[in-house]
């Protein structure tokens, strides 16, 4: 069936960095474009960052520009996301989710979501 | 970047009751070029990620009960739960599309009264 499981959460000290994993299966991968939404302990949801299905194109919250960076691997059928300069903000639950169109360039809406990973930025 | 405001912040509802959830975005959702708003409202139970119930503002998720619908075009959004039950208490989130950064509504917390 069609799945998503994150993993590469943990508990980080500030200013350090983390690569969070999204692997993907029962699906055709690289025909979708991914999202990464973060969940704050006892908030609500925000988007993070998308990547087109062939990961040309990608767009980012702007709390993380220039910090995470949305990447994937279509032979592997795999979704990540570099977090560099970490803050105690970022830390959250990390879902990985697929978006509900194939094929069209970033958007759109996300049908598919993994059970997340949780982030820690603590010292 | 647009924002969205959802009303009321919490809700309690008796059961088999109609429960109505509103969206509001700062601009226009609605894609002239082809007549879709790209919106989308998602429930979130305890512990548990998102479920996506309804997409282009109106178009029901396959599984997802018939009870449930989406209306509104253009900035204001209304979700609909026509006779709530017990299984239906959660967390409710609109959220654009458009452009990015595609933002969320605050969330809707639903309760049983």
């Known amino acids: 069936q069609v799945q998503l499981v994150e993993s590469g959460g943990g508990v980080v000290q500030p200013g350090r960095s983390l690569r969070l994993s999204c692997a993907a299966s029962?699906?055709?991968?690289?025909?979708?474009?991914m999202h990464w939404v973060r969940q704050a302990p006892g908030k609500g949801l925000e988007w993070v960052a998308v990547t087109s299905y062939d990961g040309n194109n990608k767009y980012y919250a702007d709390s993380v520009k220039g910090r995470f960076t949305i990447s994937r691997d279509n032979s592997k059928n795999t979704l990540s996301l570099q977090m560099n300069s970490l803050r105690a903000e970022d830390t959250a639950v990390y879902y990985c989710?697929?978006?509900?169109?194939?094929?069209?360039?970033?958007?759109?809406?996300?049908?598919?979501w993994g059970k997340g990973t949780t982030v820690t930025v603590s010292s | 970047d647009i924002v969205m405001t959802q009303s009321p912040d919490s809700l309690a509802v008796s059961l088999g009751e109609r429960a109505t959830i509103n969206c509001k975005s700062s601009q226009s959702v609605l894609y002239s070029s082809n007549n879709k708003n790209y919106l989308a409202w998602y429930q979130q139970k305890s512990g548990q990620p998102p479920k996506v119930l309804i997409y282009?503002?109106?178009t029901r998720e396959s599984g997802v009960p018939d009870r449930f619908s989406g209306s509104g075009s253009g900035t204001d959004f209304t979700l609909t739960i026509s006779s709530l039950q017990a299984e239906d208490v959660a967390v409710y989130y609109c959220?654009?599309?458009?452009?990015?950064?595609?933002?969320f509504g605050q969330g809707t917390q639903l309760e049983i009264k």
């Open positions: 959220q654009h599309y458009y452009s990015t950064p595609y933002t």
């Open positions: 989710a697929r978006s509900g169109v194939a094929g069209t360039g970033v958007c759109c809406y996300m049908d598919v």
């Open positions: 029962g699906f055709t991968f690289n025909t979708y474009p």
């Open positions: 282009w503002a109106s």
